[in-house]
């Protein structure tokens, strides 16, 4: 089989949070095991015992690339290439002040793809603190675009005005 | 042979009477002969000499005839001593072979008798281990039956209660997946009610979802200007 990525663009860019990631990198683990545990075991009755999602995005490569799930070689090489293009995802972590949706999740995964390119997914933690915004954390850097550190800065700046008006 | 010997021994006594007789008769003939001889012509010393003559005559014939009669005795005698050893010595023989032949037979029983007594063990042993490998073969071709009937059950059993597994696996798996997409849909609504509360209470006016995603994005897109992503 040609090691060619575009096939798995689909894929890839389908998964948009770490959380997403790590449920499909154990599915995919899980197959492979089971792959490699028997020469018998057919690959698309294993695809059965993961979940539907993630199931029908894998039978969707095969068919649209034309790849056959009888050739273990492809099989085996599909999954593995698979398993080093999640293992090289970038992970962006924010801090949102609310649990995001699904369909939310998605359009700021799709703003960061058009902003970024592919390759990155989303670690999200959620602190009501930061009332709005989000606070954006990448290899170890740090930036608080939060609503609360606005108010803040805000307050501080303009403490004075602030304090004569109040008082 | 001891037949023989005693037939000669009854012919020499019979013939030794015999001879008794004669004499006896003999000596009575001349006895009564002579008296009337010498009574008829002759002189008393003559007939007395005549009769002493006849009578040495008569007593040598029954000497010689008693030493014959005792030769014969002591011959016989001698022919029955040695008739006896020899009896006894062909007793002593024969008695000698009989008990041999009969240890032989004796010997030869018992060597029969142990042989057939070794066969017969060595015959009762294998029919034993015959015996206890029929039955160990018996055991293990039940205990092979046995596990391939259990293993026929357990598979059988498995390969149902897998399928009722994953029948139930699947009825769950919807359900599950309906019950998220209901739960999904009513924390998405929720959480856009709280974020409206919130927006509220700080900013005194409500910050839709929409709102919220562009303060997002906005703080990605400073981010990225930031120099963040590299």
Redesign the interface.
Known sequence: MKRDVSIYFDIITSLKTTKEVESFAGEIDTLMLKFFESEEVSMVKMLDSISEDSSLKIRQVFAKNNLDFNNRDTVSKFFKTLRELIGKLKVIKIVLAFDPSTKTIGNIHNFITELLGIGYILEIEVFQEILAGAIVIFNGKYIDFSLKKRIEDTFKEKADQIVSAIG | MDSILFFDLVLIISDLALALVITALYLFWITKGHISVNAGGRGISGNSKLLEETRLKAIGIIDEANNQAMDIVSKATLTAATASDSFRNNLSHTSSAQIKEFEKATSDFTALYFQVLQDLKAKNIEVFQNLSKDIERDTVDEIKGFKESMQKLTILSQNEIKKKIDADYEIL?TEI?NHKKEK?QK??SE?YK??EE??KL??GKA?S?SE??E??????????K?G???
């Open positions: 798996k997946e999904m924390v998405d959480i709280l974020l919130i927006s700080v900013l910050l979802l919220h995603e303060l997002i994005e906005e703080s990605i897109k400073k981010a990225k930031e963040i992503f590299g």
